[in-house]
């Protein structure tokens, strides 16, 4: 079965940076959608960057474009988000996601996203 673990998370000054890290593994070595969520306390979940891994598409947040970056090390089976410039309203638990393998995804659509890790928490102060 899929599995994802995340890390990288912790506290933050407001204008510093983290990087975020997911490894992928159960399917490893194939091309899918993955993606980075975030929840902040009372707000909805949202996707601020996703990833065609395997590919070279990739997709941001209005919120978060030009501040975060999503890479990934296909060998390795690890996507990572870059997050620079944080704001005090980046603060939320990130959460690492990846389509079910072997069928058609975007990118930017929360409902293709069927597996989820189980977060890791991003303070900025």
């Known amino acids: 079965d899929v599995q994802l673990v995340e890390s990288g998370g912790g506290s933050v000054q407001a204008g510093g940076s983290l990087r975020l890290s997911c490894a992928a593994s159960?399917?490893?070595?194939?091309?899918?959608?993955m993606g980075w969520f975030r929840q902040a306390p009372g707000k909805e979940r949202e996707e601020v960057a996703g990833i065609y891994f395997g590919g070279g598409s990739t997709y941001y947040a209005a919120s978060v474009k030009g501040r975060f970056t999503i890479s990934q090390d296909y060998a390795k089976g690890t996507v990572y988000l870059q997050m620079s410039r944080l704001k005090v309203e980046d603060a939320a638990m990130y959460y690492c996601?990846?389509?079910?393998?072997?069928?058609?995804?975007?990118?930017?659509?929360?409902?293709?996203?069927?597996?989820w890790g189980q977060g890791t928490q991003v303070t900025v102060s």
């Open positions: 996601a990846a389509a079910r393998p072997g069928g058609y995804c975007d990118i930017s659509r929360e409902a293709d996203f069927a597996y």
């Open positions: 159960g399917y490893t070595q194939t091309r899918n959608c």
